[in-house]
């Protein structure tokens, strides 16, 4: 098993860019969620989904935009990137939701000039 | 508004030198504690989740105990390759929302 893989690893864009992170996971789990790492920061959940074609707004939303057509895939896009999303991006996935353990990809390391 | 502080920031040890981080919570209702172990340039990897007061969980060096207010972590006889930054995060109910610390980066020195 690969667990949960992110694509791409590493990202430059100019400010009003547009991207799409991938995130996929081959555990069979209904949960899928989006998060921001920055320094001095917890973990922030951007966006989540309880299951397949379900999408939710976490604690910063903002500017992202998500997409789970399938079960496996979850995709965080940046319509028009800010130099305030410049993070690393983490995506995890989990098969009882927030009240058990999650598996979290290697992460996606976003800078936006 | 869930909050969790983590102490101590860092934490230097020497191998064999076992130590105790800090995890203090303020939650509406805890619904599970989770401690995390996150190396350089990777995710967040799962260690334990612990669920009401006075639960204990181990895993080889590693021990997690939770009361009330604060859960500890606790690693004895550290050695080199523990070294890495611990998260903790809490599970308040809710809507799908769990609040991480910031985490305490612990360096073991051989």
């Known amino acids: 098993n690969a667990g949960v893989t992110q694509t791409p690893k590493f990202r430059v864009l100019k400010t009003g860019q547009s991207m799409t992170l991938l995130c996929a996971q081959d555990m069979n789990h209904e949960y899928m969620y989006w998060y921001r790492q920055d320094p001095g920061m917890g973990l922030r959940l951007i966006h989540y989904?309880?299951?397949?074609?379900?999408?939710a707004k976490g604690e910063v939303p903002d500017g992202y935009n998500v997409s789970r057509l399938k079960k496996q895939n979850f995709l965080l896009g940046l319509e028009s990137a800010a130099p305030s999303q410049t993070s690393v991006y983490f995506c995890?996935?989990?098969?009882?939701?927030?009240?058990?353990?999650?598996?979290f990809g290697p992460g996606t390391r976003l800078t936006v000039t | 508004e869930d909050q969790v502080t983590q102490s101590p920031e860092a934490l230097r040890l020497q191998e064999g030198e076992s130590s105790s981080l800090n995890c203090s919570y303020t939650v509406s209702g805890l619904r599970g504690l989770f401690w995390y172990r996150q190396d350089p340039g990777k995710g967040p990897e799962f260690l334990f989740t612990l669920y009401s007061a006075g639960e204990e969980k181990e895993k080889e060096r590693l021990k997690a105990t939770l009361t009330k207010k604060e859960s500890f972590l606790h690693i004895t006889a550290p050695k080199p390759e523990d070294s890495a930054t611990y998260l903790c995060a809490v599970y308040s109910g809710g809507y799908q929302k769990v609040t991480f610390g910031i985490g305490t980066k612990l360096q073991v020195i051989p």
């Open positions: 995890a996935s989990s098969p009882t939701g927030q009240r058990g353990e999650q598996y």
């Open positions: 989904s309880v299951g397949e074609g379900t999408t």
